[in-house]
């Protein structure tokens, strides 16, 4: 169930990597074409063929699985898309939690508890506690050294570094990552494109991903509503979404109509 990918992603020097391997199997290209570029181009000056082999392998475990032929569908309608890089970047983001059980995990219990607890940092101790924590009952992390649980617990916050959630060397503090409309419009495609997902969204596994509060959310996914993505019916603190487009279709939807947002 849980594995060390996430020190391999981390320790990937340009997410433009990742972005482009997507976008290039989204495109058709073709894994000849990837392996061209990345091994005997080396466009993204890896220094060795065994570096390159691992980060190539890696992305494809984290970012290339897919739950459904909608779930590839929606992924792979959006690394077509020339701009939106920003919500790109988030669906990494997401796309990691669906595919890495324990990266899922430590965002779930540990980023995002402190995160809205109220303050302002995060730090290696945190996520080093929870990962002794599970190692207790989990054979897997059982096996183990301490080093590797420093190493995994020091590598997922460079990930959020790179992500823009984080800021800061040695004390890692939250950037206070606000997403804009799109941004939330695309992760709820996605998730509902899992297949995974509950009538009631706010119930949804991935959804606490976008960063906010229950109320915040609800509000704001209101207003995104009267922009036609989709519908939404409320009872109590059920919401309920009904899309309005395919999942091949969104992303060419927003790429349309998209104008940046200033928070």
């Known amino acids: 169930m849980y594995d060390t ?18 976008g290039y199997y989204a495109q058709g290209k073709g894994r000849e074409y990837v392996i061209d570029k990345v091994f ?16 190539l392998r890696a992305i494809n475990a984290a970012f290339l699985k897919f ?16 701009k939106l890089l920003h919500i790109k970047r ?39 506690s929870y990962l002794y924590h599970i190692r207790e009952k989990d054979p897997e992390i059982q096996q183990w050294s301490d080093s590797t649980v420093k190493k995994v617990a020091s590598k ?7 992500m823009d959630f984080l800021r800061g060397a040695a004390k890692k503090e939250f950037t206070r990552f606000v997403p804009d409309d799109v941004t939330i419009v ?7 494109a899992l297949g995974q997902s509950s009538s009631n969204i706010l119930k949804d596994p991935y959804i606490p991903l976008l960063m906010l509060g229950e109320a915040d959310l609800m509000e704001r996914i209101k207003k995104i509503s009267l922009k036609d993505y ?23 939807v927003i790429a349309k109509e998209y104008r940046p947002e200033a928070y």
Do not use: C, W
């Not at 080396?42 to 065994?50: F, G, L, Q």
């Not at 739950?67 to 020339?82: C, G, P």
């Open 67 to 82: 739950l459904n032929a909608d779930h590839k569908t929606i992924i792979f309608v959006l690394f077509r898309q020339e």
């Open 156 to 162: 997922y916050l460079t990930f959020l570094k790179k």
């Open 230 to 252: 989709f519908s939404v019916s409320t009872v109590g603190h059920d919401m309920n979404i009904d899309l309005k487009y395919p999942f091949g279709e969104i992303a060419d």
């Open 40 to 55: 005997e181009q080396n466009i993204y000056a890896i220094r060795t063929n065994k570096s390159r082999g691992r980060f």
């Open 5 to 22: 990918g996430i020190n391999i992603i981390a320790g990937i020097p340009d997410l433009n990597l990742v972005i482009d391997v997507i």
């Open 90 to 128: 988030f669906a990494l983001y997401i796309q990691f939690a669906v595919n890495n059980a324990l990266f899922f995990e430590l965002s779930k219990n540990v980023f995002l508890k402190i995160y809205h607890s109220g303050r302002s940092s995060i730090n290696n101790t945190d996520l080093v």
């Open 186 to 192: 695309y992760t709820i495609y996605l998730i509902k």
